[in-house]
């Protein structure tokens, strides 16, 4: 059973404009949220994260949103640029006993950025 | 040079022939973590070691093993592999206190097993 989806394999936006990507999930013990940007041959690099405590975290152009109570949260990018172009991959922390966290990884969006 | 180097990045082997995929870091982290991605999924947790002389056992750790070696080098062994195994290995770090567990991944090794 999946905890994090992300239900858009693929989005396409026009440069300048904003990408939404989305995610949900469904473990209420998840306590951080992270969105990893993957470029091909590449491995993924951390992007952005949310304490589940907060519902917004910005970082230039990079913002995150967090609804608890829809278990949701949603990447945004404004302005787009084509060097945006990769795979986003949405990540969630939980406890996993003896002071540990992991990270479940959802299965990525690929994000094309028109010029 | 990178931070976390994976050793080979590319890997062509045949089934039942044993397998090391090797990973070196230069972060001073602690943890150290292999992951899986295959086509269409995400990345999946196979082992990860806390120290030197803590290793555990992640969602898929069946037909691998791993050994640290030192502080700085994780390897993940294939005894027996198998073409299901084949995949986009990444070999992962953080720190012990890294706030939201701030994962620094390697290039990737990927593996075709025939």
């Known amino acids: 059973d999946q905890q994090v989806k992300q239900n858009s394999p693929s989005l396409s936006v026009q440069e300048g404009r904003i990408s939404i990507l989305n995610c949900d999930y469904t473990n209420s013990m998840f306590d951080y949220f992270l969105w990893y940007k993957k470029y091909p041959a590449e491995g993924p690099t951390f992007l952005i994260s949310i304490s589940s405590i907060k519902d917004k975290n910005e970082d230039g152009r990079f913002t995150v949103f967090l609804n608890k109570s829809a278990k949701h949260l949603s990447l945004h990018i404004v302005p787009s640029q084509p060097g945006d172009s990769a795979v986003y991959f949405c990540?969630?922390?939980?406890?996993?006993?003896?002071?540990?966290?992991?990270?479940?990884f959802g299965k990525g969006t690929k994000l094309s950025v028109i010029p | 040079d990178a931070d976390v180097t994976q050793t080979p990045r590319n890997r062509i082997t045949k089934t039942g022939k044993r397998i090391m995929l090797e990973c070196s870091q230069t972060k001073g982290h602690d943890r150290m973590y292999w992951y899986r991605q295959d086509p269409g999924l995400g990345l999946r947790l196979i082992y990860y070691?806390?120290?030197?002389?803590?290793?555990n056992k992640g969602e898929i750790s069946d037909g691998y093993s791993v050994s640290r070696q030192a502080q700085a080098k994780f390897s993940l062994s294939l005894e027996s592999a198998i073409p299901n195994q084949t995949a986009l290995y990444f070999c992962?770090?953080?720190?012990?206190?890294?706030?939201?567990?701030?994962?620094?991944f390697g290039a990737g090794s990927r593996l075709t097993v025939l």
């Open positions: 070691s806390f120290d030197v002389k803590d290793i």
């Open positions: 990540a969630a922390r939980a406890h996993s006993g003896a002071g540990s966290y992991q990270l479940t």
């Open positions: 992962a770090t953080s720190a012990r206190r890294s706030g939201a567990n701030v994962l620094t």
